[in-house]
């Protein structure tokens, strides 16, 4: 098995343990050209945890609420909706 | 035909020759607020945050498509993308360090010897090559670009529409294209068309499309992708589009990202043209182009009034509403500062 492959491996497996990353803010601090593959393994398993809670999150919240979404979806959106800082003028 | 060095007439003074959506969205808008940015090159000091976070998302993504295509595996070209796109949150820059612990908490800080504020002692200085990262808030913070970058390509990881490889052998990732449509000014000279494509892709059928990417605070509404049909960026993409690449692509596929404090939400939207619509679009920028010939000819660019309160207002509305004879004090004060947009410049 080359190291690219073990490398694809660990960081899918849900098993693998960052627990000795209690705070990744301290990372995103730092030096993005000093973070190591470990750093940015375990950031990226902390985003694809972060992602599969907010999709059940969502999940649920659609079967929930389906009606009240559908009718949100229909309304003009609010100028408060708007993105001022993304707009080029 | 060799692309021009500058984006301005060699006969007519302020007459852009070069055109990228950006100007001419500006164009389009009001000549005033256009005359102002591209004339001028005067622009507010706003934030510039959703800014920095869209070049550091971009460059990330076009960071992991180029390594998927070259064959790399998805979470290895995931922490490239993070890296690459963390970069793009600061700079670097030669500072004084600590000699003995690395600290900045210097204190009279003279060529050689400081007071370390960690060590409490007068030390040897050194100067090392140091992160600063911008002031960004949380809608823009390293954890939300490194969400959006994950979850991104968790989401596209087996994108139906695969990355369309250029006859070159090179990837259509990130393409800075400068193409002439074929028209010219009054005087003769010949039209441009310039900008960046984020990427070009293949469907199952075969058929081109033209891809991009937009970072927005905006909820993704079921209508959000409406505005993009018809649209000025999207039109000009896709009439360059088939420029560059030699085959009419089918339209523009939008992905859309909804920036947010503690998620991320993407949606795929379509804006399809026709040739037709394409036609139309390069008939329509050469009556844009005779418009602005003429402002520059007559160095008179007419407010449009009637745009002022677009977009929560425009910020040169306060110049806009002095008295001729008092806004050049205004266009030098704090509220603005200098700028250059060149349609040639490269990513």
Known sequence: MSNQEFTENASENPLADFSDYQDLSELFERDPLKLSDRDLDAIIHEMREHRKRWMQEESKAKKSGTKQNHKKTKNTPSLKDLDLDNIQL | ?347
């Not at chain 2, 399809?272 to 050469?286: G, H, N, S, V, Y």
Request: charged share 25%; hydrophobic share 35%.
């Open chain 2, 1 to 347: 035909m060799t692309a021009p060095r500058s984006p301005f007439s060699e006969i007519t003074p302020n007459l852009q020759i070069v055109w990228d959506s950006t100007s001419l969205g500006w164009l389009k808008t009001c000549p005033r607020l256009y005359y102002y940015k591209m004339i001028l090159g005067v622009e507010h000091t706003g934030t510039k945050q959703p800014l920095v976070f869209g070049l550091g998302f971009h460059g990330g993504c076009e960071e992991y498509d180029k390594l998927r295509i070259k064959g790399e595996l998805h979470h290895e070209a995931q922490k490239q993308a993070l890296r690459v796109g963390l970069l793009e949150l600061g700079f670097h820059e030669e500072a004084p360090t600590c000699a003995v612990c690395g600290s900045l908490n210097l204190m009279d800080v003279d060529s050689s010897e400081g007071y370390c504020q960690d060590c409490l002692d007068t030390v040897s200085v050194e100067t090392q090559k140091v992160w600063r990262r911008y002031d960004l808030d949380s809608y823009h913070s390293p954890e939300a670009l490194a969400r959006a970058i994950i979850w991104y390509t968790e989401q596209y990881k087996d994108d139906p529409f695969t990355t369309y490889t250029m006859p070159n052998g090179e990837p259509a990732v990130e393409l800075s294209f400068v193409v002439p449509p074929g028209e010219q000014t009054q005087d003769g000279e010949e039209l441009f068309l310039a900008g960046h494509i984020d990427r070009v892709v293949q469907d199952q059928s075969g058929n081109l499309w033209i891809t991009d990417r937009k970072t927005a605070k905006q909820s993704l509404y079921s209508n959000y992708f409406d505005k993009y049909t018809p649209d000025n960026q999207m039109s000009l993409y896709a009439t360059s589009g088939q420029l560059v690449l030699g085959d009419t692509p089918k339209g523009v596929i939008i992905d859309a990202i909804q920036k947010a404090v503690n998620f991320t939400r993407m949606a795929r939207g379509y804006a399809p043209r026709t040739p037709a619509q394409l036609k139309e679009f390069i008939e329509d920028f050469k009556l844009w182009v005779f418009q602005a010939e003429l402002y520059a000819k007559m160095d008179q660019w007419p407010m449009n009034d009637t745009s002022c309160d677009k977009f929560g207002g425009c910020p040169f509305r306060k110049i806009c509403g002095q008295s001729p004879e008092m806004r050049d004090r205004y266009l030098s004060g704090p509220d603005f500062r200098s700028f250059n947009w060149n349609p040639l410049d490269k990513r």
